[in-house]
């Protein structure tokens, strides 16, 4: 038992599920958020007011076209330039996921609720419900269905994405790992034990949301 | 019941409605038929107000659909719309489906709207498959709880855009007796349909329209036994 429990790969273990808790957290919290970012931005690009589909557009647009690096840098220490005030690096990596998943998952939103037949919203209409009525009780459901593989593969990239933060010392997965070898040295056993740990979440996601696929397919 | 007076209705620059002209009264069945592409399904979804009108009126119970002031939810309460590809909401069952208009539009509890959904549920032969979802249905069937989901919420007008036309050959006859049921107790249905024999049979009159107008109107037997336009004996020889 010693030669195991002497190993860097299990003394690596406690900073690594440090690491991951705040990961999750990070993740969780900040795609919450971007959920709902998404859900507004995504009915805005589908609008037909053009200031609110402009609005909408700019968003995505700008967000998808910067990487989550600059992203990350400029909510924590461009914003805190600008405003004098000092967010800490936990909250800021939450807005960053938030706002840079919110982007993505806006465009999920759109494609999906425009992927539904137009007869759905003509059927709707005539039996007498409002635009909003048929969108929320006859439009929603089905288009929230087409998104949960989406927005499967966006938790899976956003959690990837958190890594990243190792860059303002979040004390995120990668960044644990990479405090362990840095007294040890021992970044062979810490960067695969940080990779192990990845995809113990990223896999039974993705095995999850092939399941769910099938089960849309039919 | 319904009245059109000179209505025009475009899609960017094609004018595809040209000026039509139409009364139907109540209780009557006025089946529409003509070439594809003449503006029957828009000059139908204009009674509606699925397509905005371009210019012209529409009167519905006397109310004119074409004022931008109407109430458009509470005149499509009113005028019941059953659409060739049924249009069914998937991810609800039959039953709920039917009652999602009486609740969400007259206001009414669960109970009280499957009190209205079953009767009609059983009108069209449909009692077993109350709880089932869409999928799990023929087109034919798919098509008689479209018919049932319009009822309920006791339209006094029917609009049909080729009901049977996505239909099985085998299949398009029980819609059609549901459609005569409905013929014969009264209900005023506009009727848009390739089934020559349905307009014979139940059809209090015929429109024939061609670009955009109505070429022709008649009873059904002076329309097929002898149409004076030459358009529309050119139509009918070709479908009839
Ligand atoms: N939303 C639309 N935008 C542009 N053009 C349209 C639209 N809807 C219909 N049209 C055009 O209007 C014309 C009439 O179409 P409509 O669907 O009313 O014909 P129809 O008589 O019902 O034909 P069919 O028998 O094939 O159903 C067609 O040329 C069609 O291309
Ligand atoms: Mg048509």
């Not at chain 1, 990487?67 to 800490?88: K, V």
């Not at chain 1, 909003?132 to 989406?150: E, K, L, S």
Request: with cysteine; aromatic share 8%; proline share 4%.
């Amino acid at each position: 038992m010693e030669f195991i429990t002497e190993s860097h790969y299990y003394r690596v273990m406690p900073f690594l599920l440090e690491g991951l808790v705040w990961t999750l957290l990070i993740t969780v919290v900040g795609l919450i958020i971007g959920f709902i970012l998404g859900a507004i931005f995504g009915f805005a690009r589908l609008s037909h007011n053009k200031i609110i589909y402009g609005i909408a557009t700019v968003y995505v647009e700008a967000v998808r076209g910067t990487p989550i690096l600059a992203q990350i840098l400029f909510i924590y220490f461009g914003l805190s330039d600008l405003t004098g005030i000092n967010i800490d690096k936990i909250s800021a990596s939450i807005i960053a996921i938030a706002i840079n998943a919110g982007a993505y998952i806006a465009e999920i939103v759109r494609g999906a609720v425009y992927s539904i037949d137009k007869g759905q919203m003509e059927a709707g209409r005539s039996v007498g419900l409002t635009r909003n009525q048929t969108m929320r009780y006859i439009i929603w459901p089905q288009a929230f269905r087409r998104m949960i593989p989406p927005l499967g593969n966006q938790f899976v990239i956003s959690l990837k994405d958190t890594s990243l933060f190792s860059v303002i010392a979040v004390t995120e997965l990668l960044y644990m790992g990479q405090q362990y070898y840095g007294s040890t040295f021992a970044a062979f056993e810490a960067l695969t034990m940080v990779c192990l740990m990845y995809l113990l979440i990223t896999v039974p996601t993705a095995v999850y949301l092939r399941r769910v696929e099938r089960r849309l397919d039919v | 019941m319904i009245s059109v007076k000179n209505l025009h209705k475009s899609f960017g620059d094609t004018e595809v409605l040209k000026g039509i002209e139409a009364e139907i009264a109540e209780k009557e069945v006025v089946c529409v038929i003509g070439p594809s592409g003449s503006g029957k399904s828009t000059f139908l979804r204009c009674l509606n107000l699925l397509e905005e009108i371009t210019s012209g009126d529409v009167y519905i119970e006397g109310d004119n659909i074409a004022d931008k002031k109407i109430n458009i939810n509470e005149v499509r309460s009113r005028v019941g719309m059953v659409f060739q590809h049924f249009n069914l909401f998937p991810h609800r069952t039959v039953l709920e489906n039917i009652t999602l208009g009486p609740i969400k539009v007259k206001g009414m509890n669960k109970q009280e709207a499957e009190k209205v959904a079953l009767p009609l549920l059983e009108k069209v032969g449909l009692s077993d498959k109350a709880h089932v979802y869409p999928e799990s249905l023929s087109g034919g069937q798919k098509q008689r709880v479209a018919i049932a989901r319009s009822l309920a919420m006791e339209p006094r007008i029917m609009l049909f855009d080729e009901p049977t036309s996505a239909l099985d050959p085998e299949l398009v006859g029980d819609v059609l007796e549901v459609m005569k049921d409905l013929a014969k107790e009264g209900m005023t249905m506009v009727v848009v349909t390739h089934e020559m024999g349905f307009a014979k049979e139940v059809g209090d009159r015929v429109l024939f329209m061609d670009e955009g107008i109505i070429m022709e109107e008649d009873t059904p037997d002076n329309i097929f036994d002898n149409p004076q336009n030459p358009r529309t004996q050119e139509f009918l020889s070709k479908v009839l």
